[in-house]
């Protein structure tokens, strides 16, 4: 499985920007689909943003949609998510993950077991 590393996460205030950065290695990255998750304490993980092998397609959740964009540098194995206009619901533990399709023909998942591979997570808090 492929290795990876959230960083980026911290205190912000509403309205504020973030942008997580995900880096993998121990796989080709290029045939991992990644994806963000986030957990709020007391709530399940939820689905954030997917993106395929390529940039090429992505997905988000409805509560971010217009304000959040994931991201991929296929050269850096670095998967990305900026995050504009955060909200307080917004507070969470966001994950990155990894969903490995070397050939290339499953669609986004939005679900946590669509993905196989875990980051630690990073804390991202929004004040009101």
């Known amino acids: 499985q492929v290795q990876l590393v959230e960083s980026g996460g911290g205190l912000v205030q509403a309205g504020g920007t973030l942008r997580l950065s995900c880096v993998a290695s121990g796989r080709t990255f290029t045939w991992y689909t990644m994806g963000w998750f986030r957990q709020a304490p007391g709530k399940e993980r939820e689905f954030v943003a997917a993106?395929?092998?390529?940039?090429?397609?992505?997905s988000y959740a409805d509560s971010v949609k217009g304000r959040f964009t994931i991201s991929r540098d296929n050269a850096k194995n670095t998967v990305y998510l900026q995050m504009n206009s955060l909200k307080p619901e917004d507070t969470a533990v966001y994950y990155c993950?990894?969903?490995?399709?070397?050939?290339?023909?499953?669609?986004?998942?939005?679900?946590?077991?669509?993905?196989?591979?875990w980051g630690q997570g990073t804390q991202v808090t929004v004040s009101s």
């Open positions: 993950a990894g969903n490995m399709d070397p050939f290339r023909t499953a669609v986004l998942g939005t679900q946590a077991n669509d993905f196989g591979s």
């Open positions: 993106i395929n092998w390529s940039g090429v397609r992505t």
